[in-house]
């Protein structure tokens, strides 16, 4: 197989570009077509790169099916847009996204295991994701909590990310690291989220540019936090609630007196206004037609 070579790989591309001019690029989690339909028109409408993302959840739920979705919209569309496995934990399941599915990139998520074995499958898992092609992601530390899709860490105790501990995931050949530094997976409940960003601060001078930094957990971020994160160094940007609230409303309250195209339809718009928004706080609305 060839030398793995990050510059011809998409996410890789993507992110790059993000971090050498500032900028945050949204990284949405998808469930069905609707929102593959509504993250790629948003990106295309604000002239901003994307990362689309599955949980492990979507490949077994549809055979992959959503997958291959994303990729077909990716390819077609008019803007860079990558699609990325997110929290993938399972080593069968890595090893088959990488050889019989379209990913830019999967998230090598070990944080189950104790430190040293976590190292270890990393290492491994992103050795084989490199020979075909696919960039990695793993999360030093542990975030705390669970959403609907990857429910395996959520009993679990968060960890916070050390210094050290960036050094060992970067000598794992990692190309993208998403630290915990207060943020967290689900809720933050009445007081928001309360980040350390003096540690945000310290993992990217660590980092030193070897790696792109990833922020997780943006459940209900206000748009100073946000930015906060993007002039921190973050340069990919995990939504999931974030831009899909107003979906899940339209779900509970418009959609049961509709027919289901005209439903179908009127969940994109309301997909897409919310990423279009993001969009704009992120900074990447018409980064994608600069080179």
């Known amino acids: 197989m060839a030398a793995w070579d990050p510059t011809k790989n998409k996410t890789y591309q993507i992110l790059k570009h993000a971090e050498d001019h500032g900028y ?13 339909l509504a993250f790629v028109q948003a990106a ?4 901003s790169p994307l990362i689309i993302q ?7 739920f549809s055979s992959g099916l959503l997958v291959i979705a994303a990729a077909h919209a990716a390819r077609n569309a008019s803007v860079p847009v990558a699609v990325h496995l997110d929290h993938a934990q399972d080593e069968a399941m890595i090893r088959h996204a990488a050889d019989a599915l379209p990913f830019d990139s999967i998230m090598v998520d070990m944080s189950h295991y104790e430190m040293e074995e976590n190292l270890a499958k990393t290492a491994e898992l992103v050795k084989y994701c490199h020979e075909r092609g ?29 210094e050290e501990q960036v050094e060992d995931f970067v000598a794992t050949g990692i190309d993208f690291l998403a630290p915990a530094f207060g943020n ?21 001078e660590k980092v030193n540019g070897r790696v792109r930094v990833v922020l997780h957990g943006t459940n209900d971020f206000p748009e ?3 930015r906060r994160c993007i002039a921190g160094g973050v340069s990919k940007v995990n939504v999931n609630k ?31 206004k919310l990423m279009e928004r993001q969009m704009d706080v992120c900074k990447s609305t018409g980064m994608a037609d600069r080179a």
């Open 134 to 162: 696919v960039a990695t992601e793993a999360e030093p530390g542990r975030i705390e909590g669970g959403e609907d899709g990857i429910a395996d860490t959520e009993d679990l105790e968060g960890k916070l990310t050390t």
């Open 24 to 36: 945050g690029v949204l990284a949405p989690i998808a469930y069905n077509i609707e929102h593959v």
């Open 44 to 47: 295309e409408a604000k002239r």
């Open 54 to 60: 599955v949980f492990p959840w979507a490949i077994t």
């Open 224 to 226: 100073p936090i946000m």
């Open 184 to 204: 967290v997976h689900g809720e933050y409940g009445p007081r928001g989220p309360e980040l350390q960003f003096d540690r945000l601060q310290r993992i990217r």
């Open 242 to 272: 974030l831009v899909l609230d107003d979906y899940l409303i339209h779900l509970q309250t418009t959609a049961p007196k509709l027919n289901l195209t005209t439903s179908m339809e009127q969940g994109v718009k309301a997909v897409r």
